[in-house]
């Protein structure tokens, strides 16, 4: 079965611009996770939603905002970017809610700010 | 708050040689932990998992073992490739939701 798709997988965007990331999850997966991935900060959480609700959300500043929709499919936005905001976005999928079920992992989309 | 602390890298071995990637967690209640894997320009892959203590995760000749007593969760393979090169993450999960809580990462070479 497909895995979970990320699109675009390269964007560079200016600093002040907003962006949109789209992630489609594996079909039947209802949960939905995001990570900004950074040499510097490595892995760190920023929401969670499932059946288009957000259940847990990372400490980021306001700027940073998703959504699910009703299909599953999620997207991230990020308004007002900095330059610290170049990251590689991940988002991953998983059937239910719950610690222990795996997580499948997006190759991720490569967001630069200049 | 939960965390993990790994061994910082880069590790460089050998073809065959015997890994170890210490890997030790703090956390409130009784997580899931799990060893992925990332290949360059890849995103996450799950290596393997333990869901309570005293539970062995094994994947591709790769094994860790849940150990509550040490709060440590250690992965080994017996005789590497070079194939297994890539950057190793540690990670928990909290048993009421799905975040996932990751360590900064271990870069393992193996030269050939």
């Known amino acids: 079965k497909a895995g979970v798709t990320q699109t675009p997988r390269y964007l560079i965007k200016t600093r002040g611009q907003q962006v949109t990331l789209s992630c489609s999850p594996i079909?039947?997966?209802?949960?939905v996770s995001w990570y900004q991935q950074t040499p510097g900060q490595g892995l760190q959480f920023l929401f969670e939603y499932f059946s288009e609700t957000q259940r847990n959300k990372g400490n980021f500043p306001g700027r940073f905002s998703g959504r699910q929709f009703s299909n599953s499919r999620s997207e991230m936005n990020v308004s007002t970017l900095e330059l610290g905001d170049s990251a590689l976005y991940l988002c991953a999928s998983s059937l239910v809610l719950g610690g222990g079920t795996e997580a499948f992992f997006g190759q991720g989309t490569r967001l630069t700010v200049v | 708050g939960d965390s993990v602390t790994q061994m910082e890298g880069p590790v460089t071995l050998s073809e065959e040689a015997f890994l170890t990637i210490n890997c030790t967690y703090t956390?409130?209640?009784?997580?899931?932990l799990f060893w992925y894997v990332q290949y360059p320009g890849e995103g996450l892959q799950l290596l393997l998992k333990?869901?309570?203590?005293?539970d062995k995760g094994s994947n591709k000749g790769f094994e860790a073992t849940y150990r509550k007593e040490t709060t440590s969760f250690h992965l080994e393979k017996g005789s590497v490739q070079v194939s297994d090169s890539a950057v190793y993450f540690c990670a928990l999960s909290d048993q009421e939701d799905d975040k996932i809580i990751f360590g900064k990462g271990t870069r393992l070479h193996i030269l050939p």
């Open positions: 079909s039947g997966h209802r949960s």
């Open positions: 956390a409130t209640g009784y997580p899931s």
């Open positions: 333990a869901t309570k203590a005293d």
